[in-house]
């Protein structure tokens, strides 16, 4: 009964390997969101969709691509990983607004991603 | 360019002691301020503000906003060893639900 599930929980590998990272969540938001959190803790956002449209496409490396099949889920690929891909990535859902805001996160467990 | 900035960066305290944590911000379009506690995994929410000078309050944890000064802080009474992690301030901007985060105060709270 997780709210946002997040697989894999840990994940290493090569440079130049392309890897996927899945997430869907069940509580029936319609926005769904990715974040890195560098080493310092820091986390930034790098997309977000709303039932199934792109909203949100910060200034990422196209190497990164989202892919949300239905609103419930949004996937992460990466190509030709680097090793500052390395951090923890966040799946991220908010509910529909009430009022005039939605910016309430509920996050996955994060994805260790370690590239060497 | 928007940015939030909290301190300190980490605070080391003995139980029952109280702490008060900043988040300053300078942000296009403010919409609203939210607190997160990151212990190991996921952020998990704690306050979300609006509206000046309104506190939020839940247990030992409370929190206020300045929209006139642009900061906000998050007050920890009776802390306790359960309440070390990262407290992360975040600030929504626009209508597309982009939060801006800070870089985070790591609170260690010692027996």
């Known amino acids: 009964d997780t709210a946002v599930s997040q697989t894999p929980k840990y994940l290493v590998t090569q440079m130049g390997n392309d890897k996927s990272i899945k997430c869907e969540q069940n509580?029936?938001?319609?926005?769904m969101y990715w974040y890195k959190q560098d080493s310092k803790k820091f986390l930034k956002i790098m997309f977000s969709y709303n039932n199934k449209e792109l909203i949100i496409n910060e200034t990422v490396p196209n190497r990164f691509s989202p892919k949300s099949p239905d609103k419930a889920h949004l996937n992460l690929h990466i190509n030709s990983l680097e090793l500052g891909d390395s951090a923890v990535y966040f799946c991220a859902s908010s509910p529909p607004r009430q009022g005039s805001t939605n910016e309430k996160l509920f996050f996955g467990s994060g994805t260790q991603l370690s590239v060497l | 360019e928007d940015k939030v900035v909290q301190s300190p960066l980490s605070l080391v305290v003995h139980e029952g002691d109280t702490v008060t944590l900043n988040c300053s911000y300078e942000?296009?379009?403010?919409?609203?301020l939210l607190w997160y506690k990151q212990e190991k995994k996921a952020p998990t929410f704690l306050f979300m503000l609006t509206s000046s000078g309104i506190e939020k309050k839940s247990g030992r944890l409370s929190s206020i906003l300045d929209k006139k000064e642009l900061f906000s802080i998050l007050n920890i009474t009776a802390t306790q060893t359960g309440d070390s992690a990262v407290y992360l301030c975040?600030?929504?901007?626009?209508?597309?639900?982009?939060?801006?985060f800070g870089q985070g105060t790591t609170l260690q709270v010692k027996p």
């Open positions: 975040a600030v929504g901007s626009g209508n597309t639900g982009k939060l801006i």
């Open positions: 509580l029936g938001h319609d926005t």
């Open positions: 942000v296009t379009n403010f919409r609203s």
